[in-house]
């Protein structure tokens, strides 16, 4: 079993950045895929960064350029960059893991580990 434990979120002015962080325990996850995910109220989550087993990353189109995901195997730790905040960007964000696979995919229900959640509120 693996726990996913994210900080790192709050409240900011846009243009301001942030970092979040999401600690996994229980189990090694350098050979996880891992992703970003982030949702408002009334919608689904959706895939904001994705790195696979090895390093590879992939962002959502309205992120591309201003967020940056990585990943520090060592401390079983995964990061995600934000900068240059828009108000578009709150939401609650959360970590994922694909525990069956080292490849990224954008379906919330390929994801097998989940953090709890952390809020970016961005104010104009």
């Known amino acids: 079993q693996v726990q996913l434990v994210e900080s790192g979120g709050g409240l900011v002015q846009a243009g301001d950045s942030l970092r979040l962080s999401c600690a996994a325990f229980?189990?090694?996850?350098?050979?996880?895929?891992m992703g970003w995910f982030r949702q408002v109220p009334g919608k689904r989550r959706e895939l904001v960064a994705g790195?696979?087993?090895?390093?590879?990353?992939n962002y959502a189109d309205s992120v591309k350029g201003r967020f940056t995901i990585s990943r520090d195997n060592a401390k079983n730790t995964v990061y995600l960059q934000m900068n240059s905040l828009k108000p578009e960007d709150a939401a609650v964000y959360y970590c994922?893991?694909?525990?069956?696979?080292?490849?990224?995919?954008?379906?919330?229900?390929?994801?097998?580990?989940w953090g709890q959640g952390t809020q970016v509120t961005v104010s104009s």
């Open positions: 790195i696979t087993g090895g390093g590879t990353t």
């Open positions: 229980g189990r090694t996850f350098s050979g996880y895929a």
């Open positions: 994922a893991a694909r525990g069956s696979s080292r490849w990224t995919t954008p379906r919330q229900e390929d994801y097998d580990y």
